[in-house]
């Protein structure tokens, strides 16, 4: 999986979802060329207790208030739907 596939089925999944949008990634210091999708997938138990194998998404957020800040995203492998950890 590339960034920018990852994109293109999370944007079909979510058509409304701001998490890729150029004033998003301005907003936290984040760029496109940077992000790395880690090559194992994960599972990962969500905010409400579910297991999802989720793709891991690398990002560097250049803005974050205590300095650059290494993040990870997790989005599920199956509805591609951003997983809250």
Do not use: W
């Amino acid at each position: 999986m590339t960034v920018y596939g990852l994109k293109e089925r999370h944007l079909q999944a979510e058509p409304n979802s701001h998490f890729f949008d150029y004033d998003t990634l301005k907003f936290f210091g984040e760029r496109m060329s940077e992000m790395r999708v880690m090559k194992n997938t994960e599972q990962i138990k969500d905010a409400r207790g579910e297991m999802h194998t989720c793709y891991v998404l690398s990002t560097l957020e250049r803005n974050h208030p205590a300095g650059p800040r290494r993040m990870y995203h997790y989005f599920d492998t199956m509805t591609y739907k951003q997983v809250i950890v």
